[in-house]
Nanobody, 120 residues
Framework: QVQLVESGGGLVQPGGSLRLSCAASGFTFSNYFMNWYRQAPGKERELVAG????????TYADSVKGRFTISRDNAKNTVYLQMNSLKPEDTAVYYCNAKRTTVLRRYDYWGQGTQVTVSS
């Protein structure tokens, strides 16, 4: 059974930091491109950060470049999102996502989300 379990969300003041974790199970983690998305109230879900190649190349939304860092530990089947210099506009539910495309099928798994609230 595929599971993606996020943790690390919470309430933080502007300028603060949080580190989100996503523990994966039920699939071969190292074969998947891992991503973090977020969805704020009344807005569409957007890609925040993700891996774009097996070699570890990454991509970031313009709004988080220089502040957020995605990383992964294949030995622990875990992907992280380090968030620094947080702003109120970073408030959203953050979702972990795993993607893989083969010749026969596309795989797309999601976690349940973790709330991040940036407020004074």
């Amino acid at each position: 059974q595929v599971q993606l379990v996020e943790s690390g969300g919470g309430l933080v003041q502007p300028g603060g930091s949080l580190r989100l974790s996503c523990a994966a199970s039920g699939f071969t983690f190292s074969n998947y491109f891992m991503n973090w998305y977020r969805q704020a109230p009344g807005k569409e879900r957007e890609l925040v950060a993700g891996f774009t190649s097996a070699g570890g190349m990454t991509t970031y939304a313009d709004s988080v470049k220089g502040r957020f860092t995605i990383s992964r530990d294949n030995a622990k089947n875990t992907v992280y999102l380090q968030m620094n210099s947080l702003k109120p506009e970073d408030t959203a539910v953050y979702y972990c996502n795993a993607k893989r495309t083969t010749v026969l099928r596309r795989y797309d798994y999601w976690g349940q989300g973790t709330q991040v609230t940036v407020s004074s």
